[in-house]
């Protein structure tokens, strides 16, 4: 990369010269007509052709030749993340229910598509969601916050043991797969200068990427842990101290993931580190956990070794985070700090 120096000139217009090569390169000359482009996070692009501009407008697919189901549906996730706002699906007439129930279940899991075409052999989604309003760091703050009211509600079914508190932890994880999915194709966006100016740079988007992830992954340790704290109804264990443990763990848990996000958000290199050590304790506790079980025997240890499986991966996904916020934290630091 070279600097140039912006020029004022005839005190109204601005002016920067471009290199000779790329000049020669493209067969230019004095007086021909460039074309010029400003991007949504505001890099300007200078263009010999006007055709030579091939924005990520419209995406084809053909059902018949994709054939699964499933694999249509991951197409068109993959067009969502790339940032088509345009994609078709054509397919045969006897391949119309198909398709539409793909469709149906692309809008769900997404945020912003919608169906705003259809023929007997050809459907069209629209991207409606606008990415000036949205930011990778506005998501996951929104995706910790779903998973923080996840794990509050799992502690509370092992608790109580309530069915339809469950069912709504399971609910909340639909919500987090579709703000991964909004994180994914932003951080797409910012870096390949599609996506709006924003802190989440390019250097930054894959960490981001990368914790949305883990927050998904937590997100699926709650759903488990909620699903297997039915099954304890209550307090039915032997060990009368065992659920006031595991209560403790999942609060424990809870207070890890916010200090690694307090970090994350705040460059804090040493809240960071607080985290990671936090998480570190956590895992000998669940090992000192898990030994105790060798007293329970039959449903007893089968339900609580599997919540204490649950914690233990939702304690390694936290650990991940806050490695994510040291390493965020030394890339923002100035060179010498």
Request: aromatic content about 4%; hydrophobic content about 40%.
């Amino acid at each position: 990369m070279e600097g140039r120096k912006l020029q004022l000139v005839g005190g109204s217009t601005f002016q920067v010269s471009l290199p000779r090569r790329w000049v020669a390169d493209r067969g230019l000359k004095a007086g021909d007509l460039l074309y010029i482009d400003t991007e949504r996070d505001g890099t300007v692009c200078v263009r010999a052709d006007a055709a030579d501009h091939a924005p990520n407008e419209r995406k084809v697919f053909d059902a018949a030749r994709i054939g699964s189901s499933d694999h249509l549906l991951r197409k068109l996730i993959g067009a969502y993340v790339t940032n088509f706002r345009l994609i078709e699906v054509r397919y045969p007439p006897r391949g119309r229910i198909a398709a539409r129930r793909v469709a149906r279940e692309f809008c769900r899991l997404v945020n912003g598509p919608e169906i705003i075409d259809e023929t007997p052999t050809h459907l069209v989604l629209q991207d409606f969601s606008n990415g000036s309003e949205l930011s990778a760091a506005r998501c996951l703050r929104r995706m910790h916050l779903v998973v923080r009211a996840m794990l509050t509600d799992s502690l509370r079914t092992l608790q109580d043991g309530d069915p339809d508190r469950a069912r709504d932890v399971e609910l909340h994880d639909e919500d987090l797969n579709r703000l991964f999915w909004i994180v994914a194709k932003l951080t797409h966006a910012s870096r390949t200068n599609g996506g709006p100016p924003a802190p989440d740079g390019s250097l930054e988007a894959p960490y981001l990427r990368l914790v949305a992830k883990l927050l998904e992954c937590i997100g699926q340790d709650a759903v488990e842990l909620a699903q297997r704290a039915l099954t304890l109804h209550g307090t039915p264990l032997r060990d009368p101290g065992l659920n006031g443990e595991l209560e403790a763990c999942v609060g424990e848990v809870t207070a890890r993931l916010d200090g690694a996000f307090e970090a994350l958000f705040g460059s804090d290199s040493e809240l960071a580190n607080d985290a990671i050590d936090g998480c570190l304790r956590l895992r000998e506790q669940l090992e000192e956990l898990l030994a105790r079980l060798s007293k329970l025997t039959g449903h007893d240890l089968l339900s609580v070794h599997r919540v204490v499986e649950s914690l233990d991966r939702s304690v390694s996904h936290t650990y991940e985070i806050a490695k994510q916020a040291l390493d965020l934290s030394v890339l923002r630091e100035p060179a010498i700090a």
